[in-house]
């Protein structure tokens, strides 16, 4: 079992930056692929993206490209998406999800964490 609970949400004006960060429990982190979705309201949770286990590789959705960064550090069991520029579509509920292999579907999830961007 993995546990992942996620921190750094918030309210943001648009233009604004946050910081995500998910710490892990459980399982060997370095074993581990990480990603982060995210669920708005009336939609369905979408892929945002994604880091291999020693952090190598990274995967992005396309409307976040070059305004997000996912990161990681193995030895604080914790991945991390830094949010730059933000914009109101970016709101939504913040999920971290951990891959027990490949990237297809995660087998676990944390609790989520608001992010509300203000026009």
């Known amino acids: 079992q993995v546990q992942l609970v996620e921190s750094g949400g918030g309210l943001v004006q648009a233009g604004g930056s946050l910081r995500l960060s998910c710490a892990a429990s459980?399982?060997?982190?370095?074993?581990?692929?990480m990603g982060w979705f995210r669920q708005a309201p009336g939609k369905e949770r979408e892929f945002v993206a994604a880091i291999s286990r020693r952090g190598g590789s990274t995967y992005y959705t396309d409307s976040v490209k070059g305004r997000f960064t996912i990161s990681r550090d193995n030895t604080k069991n914790t991945v991390y998406l830094q949010m730059n520029n933000l914009k109101p579509v970016d709101t939504a509920v913040y999920y971290c999800?951990?891959?027990?292999?490949?990237?297809?579907?995660?087998?676990?999830w944390g609790q989520g964490t608001q992010v509300t961007v203000s026009s």
């Open positions: 999800a951990a891959y027990g292999s490949g990237y297809d579907k995660p087998d676990y």
């Open positions: 459980g399982r060997t982190f370095s074993s581990l692929n």
